[in-house]
């Protein structure tokens, strides 16, 4: 039988090879495309009001596909659905600052 030890060795290297497969994935494989002059996004669901409808979203960056310009992915961002904005309008915030 495995000892623990043995085990917690297997999936810390396990959990290595997840996030190099993420990494690797988010840049060369395309989930969808945005026309030219636009941008891709990943769009979260935060809220939603007492009927189950969303009333609140958070909005990311989606990952560039190399070598493929207007191909995009949301891999690993736990998102709702994937959106394209027109360029610049993603913006992401900027850190609260330290009182």
């Given at each position: ?10 999936a ?39 009927d189950g ?11 560039h ?35």
């Amino acid at each position: 039988m495995p000892s623990i030890k043995l085990l917690t060795f297997f999936a810390i290297i396990a959990c290595g090879f997840a996030s190099a497969d993420l990494a690797s994935d988010r840049k060369t494989r395309c989930t969808f495309r945005c026309p030219r002059l636009t941008e891709g996004g990943c769009l979260r669901i935060t809220h939603r009001d007492k009927d189950g409808q969303p009333n609140r979203w958070e909005v990311l960056k989606a990952y560039h596909t190399e070598n493929h310009p207007l191909f995009y992915n949301c891999l690993g961002t736990n998102a709702d659905l994937s959106v394209c904005a027109e360029m610049g309008k993603i913006v992401l915030p900027h850190p609260p600052k330290a009182q």
